[in-house]
Structure formats: C-alpha cells, structure tokens
C-alpha cells in the first residue's frame, strides 16, 4: 500500500503488521483526538500487563479484554489513516498481524502524537 503522496512521510517511522510495513508520520489533530483519549485509556491497563509479565507472571496478558482490544485496533487504525487515508478499519482487521506487532504499532502512533515524546532537555537558566 502506498502513503498518500501530500503526507511526507521522509523521515516517520515504520510499524509493520502482518508483512507489509506502514509510514506512521506525525498526527494531524484529525487523528490525534481519537488516539490520544484511546491511547490514555489503554496505557494503565497495557502498563499493568507489561508489570506483571516482567514479574514472571505467564499470564499478565490476561488482564487484556475484548473491548481493550478493540480499542487497540481503533488507536492503531486510526494512526495509520494519516499516511494511508482510503486505509480501512476492515483492511486492517483482515491482515494477519501478530498482537505484539499491534502493540508495537501502538508505541509509535503514542510518539507520533507529540503527547508521550521525551521532554526535551532545557539549557541552564531556562
């Protein structure tokens, strides 16, 4: 699938899913006033996984439940109709992408919002 030729997308990152990889440029608010609340109400629940999972419990992911995946597939959807806007809900539910590949995609629509970036370091006496 080929970005939309108005969206540079030069320098943005790439997430793949499901063997094709996808641009994921910075957000335009059109994208951001849905993934931003989407990805603010997942980070607990994603954050409690990974704490639990790196605390040797197998079945961390279980505190993960249908509407939070749902909610996944929207943010990641959503992400991606910036670079990929004829992109559908359905094109994506139909790829054979792997859930950490979702995951994944996820971390870097958060980073495309501009919200979850690193503070950038401040010079002395700023």
Do not use: W
């Not at 997308?9 to 059109?30: D, K, M, N």
């Not at 951001?32 to 994603?46: E, I, Q, S």
């Not at 197998?58 to 992109?87: K, N, S, W």
């Amino acid at each position: 699938m080929r970005p939309d030729p108005k969206i540079d997308c030069a320098r943005a990152p790439v997430v793949a899913l499901g063997g094709e990889e996808f641009f994921v440029p910075t957000l335009a608010l059109r994208q951001a006033r849905l993934v931003v609340p989407g990805l603010l109400k997942l980070m607990p629940r994603l954050n409690a996984v990974q704490a639990r999972i790196a605390a040797g419990d197998p079945l961390g992911a279980t505190l993960i439940d249908q509407d939070d995946v749902e909610l996944m597939i929207d943010v990641v959807h959503c992400g991606l109709t910036r670079a990929y806007p004829d992109f559908s809900r359905d094109d994506l539910l139909d790829r054979e992408a792997a859930f950490p590949e979702l995951v994944a995609a996820l971390g870097v629509i958060a980073r495309q919002t501009g919200l979850f970036a690193a503070p950038e370091a401040q010079a002395p006496g700023e």
